[in-house]
T-cell receptor, first 114, second 118 residues
Framework: EAQVTQNPRYLITVTGKKLTVTCSQN?????MSWYRQDPGLGLRQIYY???????DKGDVPEGYKVSRKEKRNFPLILESPSPNQTSLYFC?????????????FGEGSRLTVL | AQTVTQSQPEMSVQEAETVTLSCTYD???????LFWYKQPPSRQMILVIR??????QNATENRFSVNFQKAAKSFSLKISDSQLGDAAMYFC???????????????FGKGTLLTVNP
């Protein structure tokens, strides 16, 4: 089954404790991206990756890091989480060609930073 | 800046009736894609329908259809014969061209929460 898998689905942590949200896709997609969803703000892009070893900032990259060492994986790293990073996070992927922009989403990761 | 606006934070509809969710966007491009995504309580983002700007015919997927008005930059979603399972947050999204001209991303509206009343 084609899918984007995120882990963990739920996480409660404390300020300053480093955490990683993993993302893996099995569709051989070149493009992967992270979004955060906050009430009244919709989805905003954090980082994206066009392919292995190619990453770039989205609209709200502050406080986040990413890496793309393998095509299927695109982890999101919060080196020192803060309460304003409490949010619902989505990983997504798509094909490069044809480039319709259609994204396939993971099931979301609910993060709470105390 | 290219933006997507959903002016209705919440909407409600009676089961079996029709509801229209509005979306407007701002762009200087002539060729682009527009999407409606559905997010039920499970939080999964599900693609509902896609419209290619160069196609004049409005996209349709079963009970879901769009009214695409290119000149007005409007992209509304019509849900016919509404069902309880249609209750969800609906996001309008636009594929925008990134600087450099070789890549695109989706930018989303803030969403419309649809309630379906039995």
């Amino acid at each position: 089954e084609a899918q984007v898998t995120q882990n963990p689905r739920y996480l409660i942590t404390v300020t300053g404790k480093k955490l990683t949200v993993t993302c893996s896709q099995n569709m051989n997609h070149e493009y992967m991206s992270w979004y955060r969803q906050d009430p009244g703000l919709g989805l905003r892009q954090i980082y994206y990756s066009m392919n292995v070893e190619v990453t770039d900032k989205g609209d709200v990259p502050e406080g986040y890091k990413v890496s793309r060492k393998e095509k299927r994986n695109f982890p999101l790293i919060l080196e020192s989480p803060s309460p304003n990073q409490t949010s619902l996070y989505f990983c997504a992927s798509r094909r490069t060609l044809p480039n319709t922009g259609e994204l396939f989403f993971g099931e979301g990761s609910r993060l709470t930073v105390l | 800046a290219q933006t997507v606006t959903q002016s209705q934070p919440e909407m409600s509809v009676q089961e079996a009736e029709t509801v229209t969710l509005s979306c407007t966007y701002d762009t200087s491009e002539s060729d682009y894609y527009l999407f409606w995504y559905k997010q039920p309580p499970s939080r999964q983002m599900i693609l509902v329908i896609r419209q290619e700007a160069y196609k004049q015919q409005n996209a349709t997927e079963n009970r879901f259809s769009v009214n695409f008005q290119k000149a007005a930059k409007s992209f509304s979603l019509k849900i016919s014969d509404s069902q309880l399972g249609d209750a969800a947050m609906y996001f309008c999204a636009y594929r925008i061209l990134l600087s450099g001209g070789s890549n695109y991303k989706l930018t989303f509206g803030k969403g419309t929460l649809l309630t379906v009343n039995p």
